[in-house]
């Protein structure tokens, strides 16, 4: 029987948790000898401007609360980009990406301004969309000296035209969607050729206070979603790097003492993606997340 691997997405999305989420959980990993795929915002700390999504996002007031947002990421972060300016992530904090791949992880793009992507990628103009990925690559390539090899998108918001430029830039794979498999997508009737590694588990903040789930019995449920092959599991700097680490290492935990083996996106994406086949991507809604997110079909 194959065994459990599971593939480590860590999204990196404010300037607080490349600072501090970030070197928390490098020592996390480093503690259970654990090598993971880091994707880095680049850009703009732009957070505070989120909050519109409170009148343009169903759902978006309801989950804040419910993820108590203000204590998980701070009144500054909450107010980056509107009253207090937007500092510049990577520029601020090259150090620690450099740090990331030096110690065995690897490091890929989120984007440049995570909000813009999140709340307006289907109203950008390609070139804008071509935009937010070249600044975010040139000053990833300034920074570690190489290309990314991978993207994956805030909030797992795609376009035809974001996969199109994905294509472009010639990545080995990109993660932007949720899914079971690894797969050739195809949006809007056109197939693209860079190959997707879904996020298979739904995140800690979409389990926590949906049907009973708890604090106390999350990584239970965790346990009974681990499968024999691939399982890709995002977690957040911010949340899993600050106040959820207590619970993500108990998690950590109990997966290794289950015998699940720990790989980057890269080695899952070599390893699991050679017979992949095409498979339809659409946005749609999923239980405990507030707007749409890339569903494989
Ligand atoms: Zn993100």
Known sequence: MQIPVIALKIDVDTYVGTRDGVPHLLEILERFGIRATFYF????????????????????????????????????????????????????FPGILKRAESTGHEVGIHCWDHVKWHDYLPWLPKPVTAMELGQASALFEEILGHRTRTTAAPGWTVSPDSLEIQDAMSLDYCSDSRGTTPFFPVMDGRRFRTIQIPTTWPTMDELLGEGGITAENIND????????????????AELEGKSLAPLFTDLLERLLARGARFMTLAEAAEEFGRNAADAPL??????????????QG
Do not use: C, W
């Open 282 to 295: 659409a946005m749609g809604e999923i239980a405990g997340r507030a707007g749409r997110v890339a569903i």
């Open 221 to 236: 449920q965790y346990l009974t979603l681990l499968k024999p092959g691939l399982n890709v599991h995002t977690i957040h």
């Open 41 to 92: 915002s680049m850009g703009p700390d732009n957070s505070g401007k989120a909050i519109r999504r409170i009148f343009t996002r169903k759902g978006f007031l309801k989950k804040m609360l419910r993820t108590r947002a203000p204590s998980v990421y701070g009144l500054r972060t909450l107010l980056y980009g509107t009253l207090l300016p937007a500092p510049m992530i990577a520029e601020s």
